[in-house]
């Protein structure tokens, strides 16, 4: 695993094989190669080809913005080996997106390299293709992106035999743009900016399309659904060619698509947040296997305060708790379908105590069988003890605009996709604390959780980010740093 080119790495899968660390602390400095402080807040992953490095962040933020939002974002060029910044480049857009907003901003997308070309996408309205020597501009993109909803746009560009995805709405001026524009796939010639094709299903800005392949066909799979009465319809998943933008299967379903769509040769995976369901589909025709339910006759493992306790068969929905799936938290791999529990004893946003609190779950897709492990929420064991996150970025000033972005990133909140490496898994909430767990494993019980690990000083510390792993490497970022650990 020489490069990582994409957000979702060089399979487009959000996993690849060989080595990575597993072990580390940032405040400790255990394991970290290098530190580099960044200019301002950012929440793109870390695209990587030989020994450069790309990624984004929000331009930097002056004092007099009392509203904490901004519309430009940078993408930086940094040596692998140093850390160093090597070049950037400035693509303002015309969206307002605050900064350090809990729920993406203008700097989400992860950029796209192919080693001679680097594509940095701003979802407030931009696209710049640079050259990765120098940076050089090669070409530009500008569209207006959806309004009057809050700034949520999860959308990750993918680059495909030549063929760049962007998420948009029909151009203004097309005569099928619809008075509240929906969002659709369109394919860009990569060397010229050129729309080779708009898809005929159309997705929501929430949505994270996966790529994948059904015989030799390159394909994405694409949801509809979320919330603020988001247009597209109908709600469900569509797989797309990326040939040409056709629609090759359909299915219509119930639910939010605020998650990876994440499929294989076999099976598409949809999760209903509504209500606590998960529905495997047959990769080639949509058709529906089977719907499991997330709350009824699950295994449950959970700390007392002294031990682990196992439970068989629970009826979490007589226990009145709401098994939420984390947004953007799932990932399927080694026939299961992983995610973690958005976790709150008390009800919120209409919705009551949700949980089971601060775990890890884990669906076999195959027989349905539903099992749920209690996390430590910070390296030193601690349990059931949120920590706050930091919005004070590396010039020392605090530059969120919502209350939100200080929680600890078990509820309410959109944390970075995970990212399996030779089938360990890594996620990372919100306050820097980043989990690797054992994908393969045979029992779901504490032996399954390899490692609990910080990205800084517990409480001054805040990431929305997805790793990279690179060559025994392992780049992630913070608001205040770039950071190499091996």
């Known amino acids: 695993m020489s490069n990582w080119p994409q957000a979702a790495g060089p399979n487009g899968n959000w996993q690849t094989t060989g080595k ?102 701003n979802s407030s309205g931009s696209i710049a293709c640079c050259a990765v020597r120098d940076g050089r501009v090669l070409w530009t ?34 005569t099928q743009r619809e008075r509240d524009p929906w969002n659709y796939l369109k394919g860009l010639d990569a060397a010229t900016g050129k729309v080779l094709w708009v898809a005929e299903d159309a997705l929501t800005h929430y949505n994270t399309p996966v790529f994948g392949k059904l015989g030799s066909i390159p394909c994405v799979l694409q949801g509809r659904g979320g919330h603020h009465d988001v247009p597209e319809k109908p709600i469900g998943l569509s797989l797309t ?20 769509m994440h499929w294989d040769e076999k099976v598409a995976v949809w999760i209903d ?88 779950g884990r669906v076999n897709l195959t027989t349905g069988k539903v099992e749920y492990l209690e996390l430590p929420t910070a390296p030193d064991g601690s349990y059931k003890k949120p920590v706050p996150a930091s919005t004070v970025n590396a010039a020392g000033r605090d530059i969120a605009q919502d209350a939100r972005s200080k929680r600890d990133g078990w509820h309410w909140i959109f944390i970075g996709s995970p990212i399996a490496v030779d089938g360990k898994i890594y996620w990372t909430t919100q306050n820097g604390v980043t989990y690797v767990v054992n994908g393969k494993a045979k029992m779901l019980d504490e032996k399954a959780i390899l490692a609990v690990n910080d990205l800084g000083t517990l409480g001054q510390t805040w990431s929305l980010n997805t790793p990279t792993a690179v060559n025994g490497k392992l780049y992630h970022r913070t608001m205040r740093e770039l950071i190499c650990l091996q």
């Open 20 to 121: 990575a660390p597993v072990a580390w602390s940032v405040a400790d400095g255990k394991g970290v190669a290098w530190k580099t402080a960044l200019p301002e807040t950012g929440q793109s992953g870390i695209a990587v080809w030989g020994d450069r490095l790309f990624l984004t962040t929000m331009a930097v933020q002056v004092p007099s913005n009392t509203a904490k939002e901004g519309r430009s974002i940078v993408g930086h060029c940094v040596d692998a080996n140093s850390g160093k910044i090597l070049w950037s480049v400035e693509l303002p857009a015309s969206e307002p997106s605050p900064y350090a907003y809990g729920f993406s901003d203008s700097s989400s997308p992860t950029p796209v390299t192919d080693g001679k070309s680097v594509w940095f996408t």
């Open 141 to 174: 993109r500008t569209w207006k992106p959806t309004t009057g909803r809050p700034f949520n746009k999860q959308f990750e560009p993918i680059l495909d035999n030549g063929v760049l995805l962007s998420c948009e709405p029909r151009d203004l001026g097309d």
């Open 241 to 260: 060619s990326l040939r040409d933008g056709k629609t090759i299967w359909r299915t219509e379903l119930t639910g939010k698509a605020l998650y990876n």
């Open 273 to 360: 947040e509504d209500h606590s369901t998960m529905t495997v589909l047959e990769s080639k025709r949509g058709k529906i296997i089977r719907t499991i339910a997330l709350d009824q006759n699950v295994g449950l493992r959970t700390w007392d305060g002294s031990k682990y306790v196992t439970e068989t068969d629970v009826d979490l929905k007589a226990r009145k708790v709401k098994v939420f799936p984390a947004w953007f938290t799932n990932i399927t791999i080694n026939g299961h379908c992983w995610f973690l529990c958005f976790s709150n004893p008390q009800p919120a946003y209409g919705q009551g105590p949700t949980g089971p609190l601060y775990c890890t």
